[in-house]
T-cell receptor, first 115, second 117 residues
Framework: TQLLEQSPQFLSIQEGENLTVYCNSS?????LQWYRQEPGEGPVLLVT?????EVKKLKRLTFQFGDARKDSSLHITAAQTGDTGLYLC???????????????FGQGTILTVHP | EAGVAQSPRYKIIEKRQSVAFWCNPI?????LYWYQQILGQGPKLLIQ????????DSQLPKDRFSAERLKGVDSTLKIQPAKLEDSAVYLC???????????????FGSGTRLTVV
């Protein structure tokens, strides 16, 4: 079983601050995804990173995939109250003996941005 | 496009009772997943279907949980009998199922919140 460890588990910051969430594993992933989940809703895909060393930007969010495709980070610049939510990283690996992928989630980071 | 539909949104049952959840995936998505998400944790994969065949059910507690996707579209997840520790949100997701590339994003439903008392 591939284990994805996210840190920190909880993050409480003031509006305007920067933050970074980390996602680490000893396993290699074919790709890694970041999701954001609000209370009462399912996770919503933010980004998929595929290539080792890849960096993607989504407005104030910057995602990086480690060179060895085992880890990733999410950096938010100038956080806003609307960024509050549960952030989940998830790695895609092959289902044994098939050509299909399955998604394994980290435990999530609960971000609270205070006005 | 329409999203992944799940019902019911909420369910409260007593322990040892049975319960069933329904999911309708995005049209054209051959792969369907059921996840269990306990409060404050990341989702855990219970079962993965490719069309109407099971690809992975290694984390499904088969003594009490069952799932089917008879016509390769809708799916149901059943718990019988339920235990207190089954209280969680049950999420259904669908995707194209590809291993590589950018086109393997998952779309999740809003989930069913189950409370076992």
């Amino acid at each position: 079983t591939q284990l994805l460890e996210q840190s920190p588990q909880f993050l409480s910051i003031q509006e305007g601050e920067n933050l970074t969430v980390y996602c680490n594993s000893s396993s290699v992933f074919s790709s890694l995804q970041w999701y954001r989940q609000e209370p009462g809703e399912g996770p919503v895909l933010l980004v998929t990173v595929v290539t080792g060393g890849e960096v993607k930007k989504l407005k104030r969010l910057t995602f990086q995939f480690g060179d060895a495709r085992k880890d990733s980070s999410l950096h938010i610049t100038a956080a806003q109250t609307g960024d509050t939510g549960l952030y989940l990283c998830a790695g895609v690996v092959a289902v044994r003996g098939t050509s299909y992928g399955k998604l394994t989630f980290g435990q999530g980071t609960i971000l609270t941005v205070h006005p | 496009e329409a999203g992944v539909a799940q019902s019911p949104r909420y369910k409260i049952i007593e322990k040892r009772q049975s319960v069933a959840f329904w999911c309708n995936p995005i049209s054209g998505h051959a792969t369907l997943y059921w996840y269990q998400q306990i409060l404050g944790q990341g989702p855990k994969l219970l079962i993965q279907f490719q069309n109407n065949g099971v690809v992975d059910d290694s984390q499904l507690p088969k003594d009490r949980f069952s799932a089917e996707r008879l016509k390769g579209v809708d799916s149901t997840l059943k718990i019988q009998p339920a235990k207190l520790e089954d209280s969680a949100v049950y999420l259904c997701a669908s995707s194209l199922g590809r291993l590589q590339g950018q086109s393997n994003g998952y779309t999740f439903g809003s989930g069913t919140r189950l409370t076992v008392v």
